[in-house]
């Protein structure tokens, strides 16, 4: 006699909750995609207001020109937020601040010394960005209403 388990799809405990889980869930996505945008857009605004102004710390962390990784670190991460917020190339802005998050973890972690504690919040920033650049936009994003994406 062999158990079989039906780890991809468990039962619930409370059956009569299940219409509710349904329905939260591409609600969830929505909220955490444009929740994860807009911050991501706080955190760009100083940047794209003045573009070439970290341009000495990125090429202190060895990516020169500095001027030029300065213009595209401010450029991905306010229009990768303004992207990922409205669910547009979703993937596309989901991969491009996943990799500055995942240099921010490097340069607290590695650079500053700081390790896990100075790094952490990058961490959990680049699962989020993860989250998207493996699932796209979900439901309600404009990568859906116009019935593409990457």
Partial sequence: MTMTSNTENPQPVLPALSPVYDAAAPLTLLWLRVISGIALMVHGWPKI?????????????????????????????????LLLAIGLLTRLAAGGTTVILLVTVYFHWVILGQGYSGSELSLIWSAVTLVFLARGGGRYSVDRLIGKEL
Avoid: K
Avoid at 63 to 75: E, K
């Fill in 49 to 81: 207001t003045n573009p070439t102004g970290a341009a000495e710390m990125v090429a202190g962390m060895g990516f020169n020109p500095g001027w030029l990784w300065s213009i595209l670190l401010s450029v991905t991460e306010f229009t990768g937020g």
